[in-house]
């Protein structure tokens, strides 16, 4: 089974420029999010979506970063302008179960990162 | 406070020991709880969930103690390729949310 595409696995930028990540979750999970993982930091939730509807965007920097889910399947995450915090690994999962349900295996699917550098 | 907190270590031992590694959690209506691994430069992956009653995987025994608000994870005859970074997740509303983690580095 295929698992979680993400592209580019790494990319160099300056501050200011803009940059998107694409992720294609594992086919037929209905729940995908973005994490950002600073290093020597654990990965800190951005956004989670529900088949192509938001759930949780509260830590999302609305000011510059942007993500859509388009058809409840592939997603994107733009940074506009970018910052030299945003140096981090974006990493996209998905997960089977859906939002709030109950108990929940907890299992979610990684891929295998997108490695931000902002000089 | 940190929603989950970890001892970021490193934790450096010898093969054949047991290691043991805690978190704390801020919020009582945390609903689950799990041990994620992350070996370097790698993604997280899931390693066992925990339960209220203690779980073992083999050599991996995780426990909970709700009251306490604290997990923890203990590992037995520690191997080489244990020495990763060990995860410890807890679900609210929905969302899951991640310590900062914890280093193991295990050495002949």
């Known amino acids: 089974e295929a698992g979680v595409a993400q592209s580019p696995r790494y990319k160099i930028i300056e501050k200011r420029q803009s940059v998107a990540f694409w992720c294609n979750p594992i086919?037929?999970?209905?729940?995908l999010y973005w994490y950002q993982q600073i290093l020597g930091q654990g990965p800190k939730l951005l956004i989670q979506?529900?088949?192509?509807?938001?759930?949780?965007d509260s830590q999302l920097p609305k000011d510059r970063f942007s993500a859509e889910r388009l058809k409840g399947v592939d997603s994107t995450l733009k940074i506009q302008p970018a910052k030299l915090e945003d140096s981090a690994v974006y990493l996209c999962?998905?997960?089977?179960?859906?939002?709030?349900?109950?108990?929940?295996?907890?299992?979610?699917?990684f891929g295998e990162g997108s490695r931000l550098t902002v000089l | 406070r940190k929603e989950v907190e970890q001892d970021p270590g490193p934790f450096n031992v010898p093969e054949g020991a047991t290691v043991a590694f805690n978190c704390t959690y801020s919020?009582?209506?945390?609903?689950?709880f799990f041990w994620y691994r992350q070996d370097c430069r790698k993604e997280p992956k899931l390693l066992m969930s925990?339960?209220?009653s203690g779980n073992e995987d083999g050599r991996f025994t995780a426990q909970l103690n709700r009251a306490s608000q604290y997990i923890s994870l203990l590992i037995r005859d520690s191997k080489l390729s244990d020495s990763a970074t060990y995860l410890c997740?807890?679900?609210?509303?929905?969302?899951?949310?991640f310590g900062q983690g914890t280093t193991l580095q295990v050495k002949p």
């Open positions: 997740v807890v679900t609210f509303t929905g969302k899951l949310i």
């Open positions: 925990v339960y209220s």
């Open positions: 086919s037929g999970h209905a729940t």
């Open positions: 979506f529900q088949n192509n509807g938001v759930v949780d």
């Open positions: 919020n009582s209506a945390s609903q689950s």
């Open positions: 999962a998905s997960s089977l179960a859906s939002w709030g349900y109950e108990p929940n295996t907890g299992e979610l699917f």
